[in-house]
C-alpha cells in the first residue's frame, strides 16, 4: 500500500523566516509527486516531480525531489501571512492518475 | 477556463439518511476523482473514473457508498445509509488522461452527519 508522511505536523513562523517542509514516501511504481496548498477550500497545485535533482521554482517556493532517499522537501522563503495554509504532498503510483496523500503540514506565519 | 464544480456546498443530515453529491469536470478531462477529507487529514481516495470506466474503487465502502459517471462527463456520489463517521469534506477533482498530471479541484461538499 501506497504511504505518505509529511513533517512536521504543524509549524508556527514569523513573516520573513524560511521554513522547510519534508515529504516522505512509499510507493509502488513511482511517477510523480505533487505539491499543493489547502487553505480553507480545494487544494491547489503547487509543483510536480519527477526527477531526482531538478528543484522547480515558482517565486519564494522552491522543491526538489530525491527518488533514491524516497523523499521531497518544499521551501519557502520569506514567508508572509498569505502563505499559512496546509500544504499537502501526493505521490503518484502503480496508475498514472491515482494520488495518495500525506496528512499535510499546517504552517501559520505570523505578523 | 471553467473550474470543477461541486454541489451541494454544505450538507446537514441524520444518520441513517441518504444524500447525493454533485460534480463537473473541467470540460475535456477524461479523469475524475472523488475524494473524502476528514477534519486533520489528507484527501483519501474513494473512486476514480477514466471516462465512464472505474480506474480505482478499492477504498470506496461499497456497502454504503456508489458513485456513478453517465456519459463520461459529470458524476454523482451517493452515500446510503449515511454513518456519523461519514462527516468530512467531499472533494471532486479531474485531470488530463496519460502520464502524470496535477488534479484540478472543486470546492467540495461539506457533510455533517447528525
Known amino acids: 500500500e501506497d504511504k505518505v508522511v509529511q513533517s512536521p505536523l504543524s509549524l508556527v513562523v514569523h513573516e520573513g523566516d524560511t521554513v522547510t517542509l519534508n515529504c516522505s514516501y512509499e510507493?509502488?511504481?513511482?511517477?510523480?509527486l505533487l505539491w499543493y496548498k489547502q487553505e480553507k477550500k480545494a487544494p491547489t497545485f503547487l509543483f510536480m516531480l519527477t526527477s531526482s535533482g531538478i528543484e522547480k521554482k515558482s517565486g519564494r517556493l522552491s522543491s526538489i525531489l530525491d527518488k533514491k532517499e524516497l523523499f521531497s522537501i518544499l521551501n519557502i522563503t520569506a514567508t508572509q501571512t498569505g502563505d499559512s495554509a496546509v500544504y499537502l504532498c501526493?505521490?503518484?503510483?502503480?496508475?498514472?492518475?491515482?494520488?495518495?496523500f500525506g496528512d499535510g503540514t499546517t504552517l501559520t506565519v505570523k505578523p | 477556463e471553467a473550474g470543477v464544480a461541486q454541489s451541494p456546498r454544505y450538507k446537514i443530515i441524520e444518520k441513517r439518511q441518504s444524500v447525493a453529491f454533485w460534480c463537473n469536470p473541467i470540460?475535456?478531462?477524461?479523469?475524475l476523482y472523488w475524494y473524502q477529507q476528514i477534519l486533520g487529514q489528507g484527501p483519501k481516495l474513494l473512486i476514480q473514473?477514466?471516462?465512464?470506466?472505474?480506474?480505482?474503487d478499492s477504498q470506496l465502502p461499497k456497502d454504503r457508498f456508489s458513485a456513478e459517471r453517465l456519459k463520461g462527463v459529470d458524476s454523482t456520489l451517493k452515500i446510503q445509509p449515511a454513518k456519523l463517521e461519514d462527516s468530512a469534506v467531499y472533494l471532486c477533482a479531474s485531470s488530463w488522461v496519460g502520464e502524470a498530471h496535477e488534479q484540478f479541484f472543486g470546492p467540495g461538499t461539506r457533510l455533517t452527519v447528525l
Open positions: 510507493v509502488t511504481n513511482f511517477r510523480s
Open positions: 470540460s475535456g478531462h477524461a479523469t
Open positions: 473514473f477514466q471516462n465512464n470506466g472505474v480506474v480505482d
Open positions: 501526493a505521490v503518484s503510483g502503480k496508475w498514472a492518475g491515482k494520488s495518495t
